[in-house]
């Protein structure tokens, strides 16, 4: 089992910016990918970002391209999302997962890739 601690959500006005952390905890060692989905209310969850739990290397969705940046600190067992000059339509909640699958590339943007989620934090950007 993974247990994933999402923090960092708030209130930020448009233009703002915000760091997501994603900590996480238990059998990390079986995590070979880690990812931050987003899901506004009444729409689909949707691929943000996913990193290598080892290496790295990280994973964009094109639209996430430029304006958030994930990273990880291992020393930490944590992940972060920032977000810079965001957007209205970035409220969501975002949520992190880890997969234990050793896979790379598009599968990393689908939900069913990931087993262990966490409870998601609140992002709210004000017009």
């Known amino acids: 089992q993974v247990q994933l601690v999402e923090s960092g959500g708030g209130l930020v006005q448009a233009g703002g910016s915000l760091r997501l952390s994603c900590a996480a905890s238990?059998?990390?060692?079986?995590?070979?990918?880690v990812g931050w989905f987003r899901q506004a209310p009444g729409q689909e969850r949707e691929f943000v970002a996913a990193?290598?739990?080892?290496?790295?290397?990280?994973y964009y969705a094109d639209s996430m391209k430029g304006r958030f940046t994930m990273s990880r600190d291992s020393a930490k067992n944590t992940v972060y999302l920032q977000m810079n000059s965001l957007k209205p339509e970035d409220t969501a909640v975002y949520y992190c997962?880890?997969?234990?699958?050793?896979?790379?590339?598009?599968?990393?943007?689908?939900?069913?890739?990931?087993?262990?989620w966490g409870q998601g934090t609140q992002v709210t950007v004000s017009s």
């Open positions: 990193l290598t739990w080892s290496g790295g290397s990280i």
């Open positions: 238990g059998r990390t060692r079986s995590t070979y990918a």
């Open positions: 997962a880890a997969s234990t699958s050793p896979r790379w590339g598009p599968v990393l943007s689908r939900v069913e890739t990931y087993e262990y």
